[in-house]
């Protein structure tokens, strides 16, 4: 069982920079797979950053790449997001995810990015 909570969203504005931190109990969570997905409104969920266990291999959505880094810290049972310039259209809410078997069977209960233009 892993509980994920999410922090650092919050109100920037376009070209602004924001990082995300997600903070893991258990002792396993340097065995899981971590993602991070954002939902925007009246949209369904989406796919945006993953990264394994190791933190070596990386994979991000399109909309994202070059602006977007996830990393971790297992020592620190935390996975982050940093976000930079920043667009309007990243406004949404976002989760982590923790995969097990290629399943992300863990959610966090979200956090609040909104970027102004």
């Known amino acids: 069982q892993v509980q994920l909570v999410e922090s650092g969203g919050g109100l920037v504005q376009a070209g602004d920079s924001l990082r995300l931190s997600c903070a893991a109990s258990?002792?396993?969570?340097?065995?899981?797979?971590m993602g991070w997905f954002r939902q925007a409104p009246g949209k369904e969920r989406e796919f945006v950053a993953r990264?394994?266990?190791?933190?070596?291999?990386?994979y991000y959505a399109d909309s994202v790449k070059g602006r977007f880094t996830i990393s971790r810290d297992n020592a620190k049972n935390t996975v982050y997001l940093q976000m930079n310039s920043l667009k309007p259209e990243d406004t949404a809410v976002y989760y982590c995810a923790a995969s097990t078997f290629g399943v992300y069977k863990y959610w966090g209960q979200g956090a609040q990015v909104t970027v102004s233009s």
């Open positions: 258990g002792r396993t969570f340097s065995t899981y797979t």
């Open positions: 990264i394994n266990w190791s933190g070596i291999d990386t």
